[in-house]
């Protein structure tokens, strides 16, 4: 009923960016909350940031000044620009949206693989 399409992910050197998107599609009439997760290897999968649906916005204080997350409500998209990368912020990272079909549920990405090598 409910797609995440993610992409974005990849290789990077330390002090690089990306940028994530997830796309939503399917039959969603309306989506809350947005955000990013992500789980490195051998730890529990943890909140980078969120965005309501109106804008205000949440980060993990280890991304907070580095890491930027927004979303385009028209395209049913979150974006996470990720700048001044650390090798500590390799992880595969989960788009995560909380969304109303016939009822409000939880809908996760299948995950992309960043990767920074020091």
């Known amino acids: 009923q409910v797609q995440l399409v993610e992409s974005g992910g990849g290789l990077v050197q330390a002090g690089e960016s990306l940028r994530l998107s997830c796309a939503a599609s399917g039959s969603i009439f309306s989506i809350d909350v947005m955000a990013w997760y992500r789980q490195a290897p051998g730890k529990q999968r943890e909140l980078v940031a969120r965005i309501s649906r109106g804008g205000s916005t949440d980060y993990a204080d280890s991304v907070k000044g580095r890491f930027t997350i927004s979303r385009d409500n028209a395209k049913n998209t979150v974006y996470l620009q990720m700048n001044s990368l650390k090798p500590e912020d390799r992880a595969v990272y989960f788009c995560?949206?909380?969304?109303?079909?016939?009822?409000?549920?939880?809908?996760w990405g299948q995950g992309t693989q960043v990767t920074v090598s020091s």
């Open positions: 995560y949206i909380k969304a109303r079909v016939s009822y409000w549920s939880d809908y």
